[in-house]
């Protein structure tokens, strides 16, 4: 081919590829979803959607320039870590990347097996990590009426798992708001708004460096 129908060829394509060009550089970036899975207390019993962490987590991500991200609400109140896996498969189709996982609560509450409780957990951090998706671990606490014994080894329970899976951790995601009668609803388990807000600060202390961790 001459050096003339070359040059002809690249005069008639070139606008087509500094459009194509010009075209990637205008997609929009990828929305980074997180997946808040948990029970009433990600849910926000007692108080609006708009007041529960997840959605106070999401405004405040996106106030420190995390612009394309959404926090997904996957509380439901009443849950044990029983009901994981099968909840997490469903939200499977939503692409999250990283999952705050915040269980365990009603399985201490009623007194069930901790042995139990963390091979339900485990089972739905296997699942995540199969799917890449970066875990934080929520721990949880039970009052000390529960006995020395069960609340150790409750305790303890999410320091292993976050060992043994190489996960991050809120060591405790009631930390100032667990016992403290004005960060919670009359019912002395459950956050008010304020306690929410407490919530989010606990959550973000640990979430963002697995975010800036990504960048």
């Known amino acids: ?42 849910e926000g019993f007692g108080v609006e959607k708009e007041e529960a962490y997840p959605y106070l987590l999401e405004q405040t991500l996106m106030e420190k320039g995390y612009t394309q991200i959404r926090v997904i609400n996957a509380g439901i109140s009443g849950s044990t870590s029983a009901s994981a896996v099968s909840r997490l ?35 739905v951090i296997e699942l995540a990590q ?25 305790k303890n329970a999410y320091f292993e798992l976050a060992e043994q899976y190489n996960t991050g951790i809120i060591p405790f995601l009631l930390k100032d708001v667990g016992a403290v009668p004005e960060h919670n609803l009359e019912d002395g388990i459950h956050p008010n708004q304020e306690g929410h807000r407490i919530l989010t600060r606990n959550v973000m202390e640990h979430l963002l460096p697995i975010l800036e961790s990504d960048n």
């Open 1 to 42: 081919m001459s050096y003339f129908k070359i040059s002809k060829l690249m005069f008639l394509f070139a606008p087509l590829l500094f459009g194509t060009f010009l075209f990637c550089d205008q997609l929009p970036a990828q929305e980074l979803k997180i997946l808040a899975l948990g029970d009433s207390l990600t």
């Open 89 to 123: 498969k469903w939200y499977l189709r939503a692409k999250p990347k990283i999952m705050i996982l915040a269980l365990g609560a009603n399985d201490g509450l009623r007194g069930l097996s901790v042995e139990n409780m963390k091979k339900n957990l485990g089972s």
């Open 130 to 154: 199969s799917k890449n998706i970066r875990i934080l671990l929520a721990g949880m606490q039970m009052p000390l009426n529960y006995g020395k014994s069960y609340t150790d080894s409750f």
